[in-house]
């Protein structure tokens, strides 16, 4: 199994700050044959289930705040979300969907400083 | 638009067994590349992969809790079921089924809890 790794496991913001999730993965997660990184991004807000949120490591699911971007390449990926919101206090999840079976970092908690 | 329900208990004894089912709209699981998911979470604690349920009839499971989980389907009625064997409270947790299209898991249940005690 791919062993994904986030750090920090939490983070304090100010609003309007810039917030910055890493992940990491135990081997690629690249796919050669089309130069995509099969990694997605999940948002689960407190007592609701997790969002899809971004794939592809940088597609932005419809609907999604263009605060939210996604980078990195190989086994580094990276979460950023530029204007911290209050609406944004959740709990991050990266994935990978690149093998059987999909799994899922321990998740990062973003608050408010 | 696509839904998914799960329902099932709230409450079930040690050493019971646990049915639970997600009930779906806006999809069907006879489409190719459509899967169904099981996954769970203990309360404040990261998200768990269960079971997998591909369109082909395929199953996945978490290795680790093969030997107590089984999945199907009932494409007729749009329903995945999971059931779960010799419940312990380290079970307790939100159990949520998603819709699985190319590897992401697009759609999610609300969740149900379940809790382990006698």
């Known amino acids: 199994d791919i062993v994904m790794t986030q750090s920090p496991d939490s983070l304090a913001v100010s609003l309007g700050e810039r917030a910055s999730i890493n992940c990491k993965s135990s081997q690629s997660v690249l796919d050669t044959s089309n130069n995509n990184h099969y990694l997605a991004w999940y948002q689960q807000k407190p007592g609701q289930p997790p969002k899809l949120l971004i794939y592809w490591t940088s597609i932005r699911e419809s609907g999604v705040p263009d605060r939210f971007s996604g980078s990195g390449s190989g086994t580094d990926f990276t979460l950023t979300i530029s204007s911290l919101q209050a609406e944004d206090v959740a709990v991050y999840y990266c994935q990978q969907y690149y093998s059987t079976p999909r799994t899922f970092g321990q998740g990062t908690t973003v608050e408010i400083k | 638009q696509v839904t998914l329900r799960e329902s099932g208990p709230a409450l079930v004894k040690p050493t019971q067994t646990l049915t639970l089912t997600c009930t779906f709209s806006g999809f069907s699981l006879s489409t190719s590349g459509m899967c169904v998911i099981w996954l769970r979470q203990p309360p404040g604690k990261a998200l768990e992969r269960l079971a997998r349920?591909?369109?082909?009839?395929?199953?996945y499971y978490n290795t680790s809790l093969k030997t107590r989980l089984s999945i199907s389907k009932d494409t007729s009625k749009n329903q995945v079921i999971l059931t779960m064997t010799d419940m312990d409270p380290v079970d307790t947790g939100t159990y949520y089924c998603?819709?699985?299209?190319?590897?992401?898991?697009?759609?999610w249940g609300r969740g149900t809890l379940v809790t382990v005690s006698s």
């Open positions: 349920i591909d369109w082909d009839d395929d199953k």
């Open positions: 998603a819709r699985m299209k190319n590897g992401l898991m697009d759609y």
